[in-house]
């Protein structure tokens, strides 16, 4: 694994090595000394798994609020994402930037989004499926998330919206909360 920094936040993108031979091919996903070793205190305490039938489907801005903020490592495993981060921490130097990449098998690539930030993607392709390992239990309670065309952040989404979620339409905008 290579760990990029993105820009000056604590997110990273995670450049995965492929070993590949006539059967196929593996790849070592997680593994705890190694994440110690670049710094990320990040332990996985439940795994998720995402399935999106529609090229340009939207999931997100979803993030959970303290005290139960959530840090994660996202990896898209059939298919093609358009995958963004955005810096929602209120003493963070990085607070309000966007940061996306292309995520899916043939990219070798996985993120790892630090607690505080919100997380979202836009579908490249049909039927796609995205894994999370989360850093702490789902708490339905603190589940929170803002409008994926918010003008406050001026998300570049590559594809026009196909489908959205009732619950992601009706997101308030960040100007309408105390979130900014």
Known sequence: MRFVQLGQ????LI???VRADERGSFTRTWCAKTFAAE???FQPVQGNSSVTRVRGTVRG?????APK???????????????VIVDLRPASPTRG???AWELGPATGRMLYIPAGFAHGFQTLTDDVTVEYLMGIDYAEELSDGFRHDDPMINIKWPEPVTVLSAKDAAWPLLAERRLW
């Open 9 to 12: 936040s604590d997110a990273r």
């Open 15 to 17: 450049e995965l090595t």
């Open 39 to 41: 710094g990320i205190d």
């Open 61 to 65: 801005m979803h993030f959970q609020r």
């Open 69 to 83: 903020a959530d840090a994660k490592i996202v990896r898209c495993t059939a298919g093609l994402i358009h995958d």
């Open 97 to 99: 930037e966007v940061y």
